[in-house]
């Protein structure tokens, strides 16, 4: 079992910045894929971005690439979003997971542990 919690979420203006984080513990954490993912009100989960168990390779959703960060410290076992230039569309729950490979689109299947969210909330 790997636990996950998301922390760093809250309320910001249009085209500031925050930076989650989601702590990992339980089993190894550098043998995990990590992803984040978001799921605003009335809409279903989407993903965000993703990172490899080393780091070397992320991959981003179209809607934040340019604008937000993945990044990872194993040492610490944590991974890290920074989100820049934050728009009111990014308003939503943010969730990280924990998995084996990159699954961008629904059912998530290469992701096998879920955090319980961080909500950002963007004021325009």
């Known amino acids: 079992q790997v636990q996950l919690v998301e922390s760093g979420g809250g309320l910001v203006q249009a085209g500031g910045s925050l930076r989650l984080s989601c702590a990992a513990s339980?089993?190894?954490?550098?043998?995990?894929?990590m992803g984040w993912f978001r799921q605003a009100p009335g809409k279903e989960r989407e993903f965000v971005a993703y990172?490899?168990?080393?780091?070397?390779?992320?991959f981003y959703a179209d809607s934040v690439e340019g604008r937000f960060t993945i990044s990872r410290d194993n040492a610490k076992n944590t991974v890290y979003l920074q989100m820049n230039s934050l728009k009111a569309e990014d308003t939503a729950v943010y969730y990280c997971?924990?998995?084996?490979?990159?699954?961008?689109?629904?059912?998530?299947?290469?992701?096998?542990?879920w955090g319980k969210g961080t909500l950002v909330t963007v004021s325009s």
């Open positions: 997971a924990a998995g084996t490979y990159y699954s961008p689109a629904p059912p998530y299947n290469g992701m096998n542990y």
């Open positions: 339980g089993r190894t954490f550098r043998n995990y894929a």
């Open positions: 990172i490899n168990w080393s780091g070397g390779s992320t």
